[in-house]
Protein backbone atom coordinates (compact mmCIF):
# COMPACT_ATOMS: atom_id res chain seq x y z
CA UNK A 1 0.00 0.00 0.00
CA UNK A 2 2.64 2.36 0.62
CA UNK A 3 4.23 2.20 -2.61
CA UNK A 4 1.04 2.65 -4.25
CA UNK A 5 0.63 5.96 -2.18
CA UNK A 6 4.21 6.87 -2.98
CA UNK A 7 3.65 6.47 -6.74
CA UNK A 8 0.22 7.85 -6.53
CA UNK A 9 2.04 11.56 -4.82
CA UNK A 10 4.35 11.55 -7.50
CA UNK A 11 1.61 10.77 -9.95
CA UNK A 12 0.12 14.10 -8.32
CA UNK A 13 3.08 16.68 -7.89
CA UNK A 14 3.44 15.76 -12.12
CA UNK A 15 0.08 16.83 -13.29
CA UNK A 16 0.91 19.49 -10.87
CA UNK A 17 3.72 20.92 -12.10
CA UNK A 18 2.57 19.98 -15.34
CA UNK A 19 -0.60 22.09 -14.61
CA UNK A 20 1.31 25.25 -13.33
CA UNK A 21 3.68 25.15 -16.42
CA UNK A 22 0.61 25.12 -19.09
CA UNK A 23 -1.18 27.70 -17.02
CA UNK A 24 2.06 30.05 -17.21
CA UNK A 25 2.50 29.55 -21.46
CA UNK A 26 -1.56 30.76 -21.27
CA UNK A 27 -0.62 33.93 -19.36
CA UNK A 28 2.64 34.25 -21.65
CA UNK A 29 0.02 34.25 -24.81
CA UNK A 30 2.08 31.14 -26.13
CA UNK A 31 0.21 28.66 -27.89
CA UNK A 32 0.26 25.20 -26.59
CA UNK A 33 1.76 23.72 -29.82
CA UNK A 34 3.67 20.13 -29.62
CA UNK A 35 7.10 22.19 -28.80
CA UNK A 36 5.23 23.38 -25.34
CA UNK A 37 3.97 20.33 -24.33
CA UNK A 38 7.76 18.46 -25.21
CA UNK A 39 9.49 21.20 -22.90
CA UNK A 40 6.77 20.63 -20.40
CA UNK A 41 7.70 16.91 -20.00
CA UNK A 42 11.60 17.56 -20.42
CA UNK A 43 11.22 20.59 -18.14
CA UNK A 44 9.40 18.27 -15.13
CA UNK A 45 11.45 14.95 -16.22
CA UNK A 46 15.12 16.73 -15.24
CA UNK A 47 13.65 18.14 -12.02
CA UNK A 48 13.30 21.60 -12.70
CA UNK A 49 10.83 23.41 -10.79
CA UNK A 50 7.73 26.28 -11.85
CA UNK A 51 9.53 29.63 -10.85
CA UNK A 52 7.93 32.75 -12.88
CA UNK A 53 6.35 33.16 -15.96
CA UNK A 54 9.25 34.69 -17.44
CA UNK A 55 11.83 32.42 -16.19
CA UNK A 56 9.57 29.55 -17.73
CA UNK A 57 9.21 31.77 -21.17
CA UNK A 58 13.12 32.47 -21.01
CA UNK A 59 13.81 28.18 -20.92
CA UNK A 60 11.35 27.82 -23.29
CA UNK A 61 12.89 29.85 -26.05
CA UNK A 62 16.37 28.48 -24.78
CA UNK A 63 14.96 25.27 -25.94
CA UNK A 64 13.17 25.72 -29.05
CA UNK A 65 16.86 27.47 -30.04
CA UNK A 66 18.60 24.49 -29.27
CA UNK A 67 16.05 21.97 -30.84
CA UNK A 68 15.91 25.16 -34.11
CA UNK A 69 19.71 24.55 -34.07
CA UNK A 70 19.80 20.50 -33.81
CA UNK A 71 17.83 20.06 -36.68
CA UNK A 72 19.44 22.79 -38.64
CA UNK A 73 22.45 20.78 -38.33
CA UNK A 74 21.40 17.40 -38.28
CA UNK A 75 19.16 17.64 -41.36
CA UNK A 76 21.37 18.37 -44.03
CA UNK A 77 22.80 15.54 -46.78
CA UNK A 78 26.28 14.98 -45.92
CA UNK A 79 27.12 13.39 -48.80
CA UNK A 80 26.72 15.79 -50.85
Known amino acids: ?3 ILMI ?3 WDEKLEQR ?3 LTSFRRLDIALTKDVYE ?3 LFI ?10 DVKAKFNSY ?3 RRFINIHTNHDDAS
Request: net charge negative; hydrophobic share 15%.
Open 39 to 41: FCE
Open 8 to 10: KDE
Open 64 to 66: VDE
Open 45 to 54: STGNKYSTDE
Open 1 to 3: DSL
Open 19 to 21: SSL
